[in-house]
């Protein structure tokens, strides 16, 4: 018959001074000193405050005169876990997929500070991967980062929600994340379509009317240079896909209005300045007003 042999964690946890061992479902030993588990975990501080019988090899596992205690977890969830619990130690998990077992393993055994570094791990996902975020979040009822990620998902389409994670939260939880992303395009779209905010001072109002050659256009009760219009007509269109400000700041997004201004001789000179500060503040104000828009959130 093959038995698997125990094998030893690395540094850290193979220290001499270690008072217990923590073995873990693929059979390896993890010394570990108990007082520094009990500060940070109080399910181990009950573990080890239970008083324990004298134990010889034939009445239970021991090893090297230490007791070992048998854990659930392999071995990579409880080199991370432990890694965190030990002073000093913060590490970045730098995979979203190693992060929920992780998670999982923090709540199990009520370990508040780890479980408070993890959340901001998780949530340091949230843009480049916001729909997985989101769904992880909703699974642990961590609602500020499941807020936290429905916010980065403005940045991207509704179709890119596709993702695996999907099967581990409800229709409802997805249905409320797509209404928050449409009620977002909404209010999102209206701040280019209606224009009427932007201050009368800038070139493509009433200095080219009055002294420039650009064509004229209105949108809504607003008349300015065809140009600027045409790109407030385009920037409508992106915040119904992506309500978010910074949809507004990806570089080339003003070539054109910018190549159409350089055809008039009072907009060619101002406008690349005047439109990177409106640019700045249109992208804010986009951010504004969807921060107003909440997401349903049932836990």
């Known amino acids: 018959m093959n038995h698997r042999q125990v094998t030893d964690a690395p540094a850290p946890f193979n220290k001499a001074s270690a008072d217990v061992i923590l073995r873990s479902s693929d ?132 179709e890119s929600a596709d993702v695996p994670e999907l099967v581990e939260i409800t229709g409802k939880d997805l249905h409320n994340l797509l209404k928050y992303h449409r009620a977002c395009s909404v209010v999102a779209a209206r701040v280019a379509s209606d224009p009427s905010w932007v201050p009368q001072s800038e070139v493509w109002f009433a200095t080219c009317r009055a002294h420039g050659t650009c064509a004229r256009k209105h949108l809504g009760n607003v008349n300015a240079s065809e140009w600027w219009i045409n790109y407030m007509t385009g920037s409508a269109r992106i915040l119904e896909a992506t309500p978010a400000g910074k949809a507004l700041l990806v570089e080339g997004r003003t070539d054109a209005a910018l190549r159409d201004a350089a055809e008039c001789m009072v907009c060619k000179h101002p406008a690349p300045e005047q439109m990177r500060k409106f640019i700045r503040q249109f992208a804010g104000l986009v951010n504004a007003v969807t921060a107003q828009v909440s997401l349903d959130y049932e836990r």
Do not use: H
């Open 27 to 158: 059979l390896v030993d993890f010394r570990v000193r108990k007082g520094i588990l009990a500060e940070a975990s109080s399910v181990f501080e009950d573990m080890f405050g239970i008083p324990q019988p004298e134990i010889t090899p034939s009445q239970g596992d021991t090893r090297e005169g230490l007791p070992v205690v048998k854990l659930e977890e392999d071995s990579d969830i409880l080199q991370w876990l432990l890694r965190l619990c030990y002073p000093g130690n913060s590490p970045r998990i730098d995979d979203l997929d190693n992060l929920r077992p992780i998670i999982r393993a923090a709540i199990k055994y009520d370990i508040p500070e780890v479980l408070r570094t993890l959340k901001e791990n998780l949530g340091s996902f949230a843009e480049s991967m916001p729909v997985r975020v989101y769904a992880i979040a909703l699974q642990f009822k961590f609602e500020a980062e499941a807020r936290e990620a429905a916010r980065a998902f403005l940045a991207r389409p509704v």
